[in-house]
């Protein structure tokens, strides 16, 4: 497996890891007043990845090296 598969591996992995529900995390968030906040960025990050993801697939790998 080469770098840029690599990469694109790692990316998806991320992607994933950002999807996975954190229950303790959005209690905080919740506790704190920010849980709204904290799913619009996740919205946002997950747009960002993605198109990174799209942008991998189009070229062949990730220009973040």
Do not use: W
């Not at 690599?6 to 007043?33: M, N, T, W, Y």
């Not at 990050?45 to 070229?59: A, C, K």
């Amino acid at each position: 497996m080469d770098k840029k598969q690599k990469k694109s591996l790692a990316l998806s992995l991320f992607i994933e890891s950002v999807l996975k529900p954190d229950s303790e995390l959005r209690q905080c968030a919740h506790s704190q007043g920010c849980f709204h906040e904290l799913m619009d960025l996740r919205g946002e990050i997950l747009e960002y990845l993605y198109d990174m993801s799209n942008e991998s697939q189009e070229y062949g790998g990730t220009d973040a090296e």
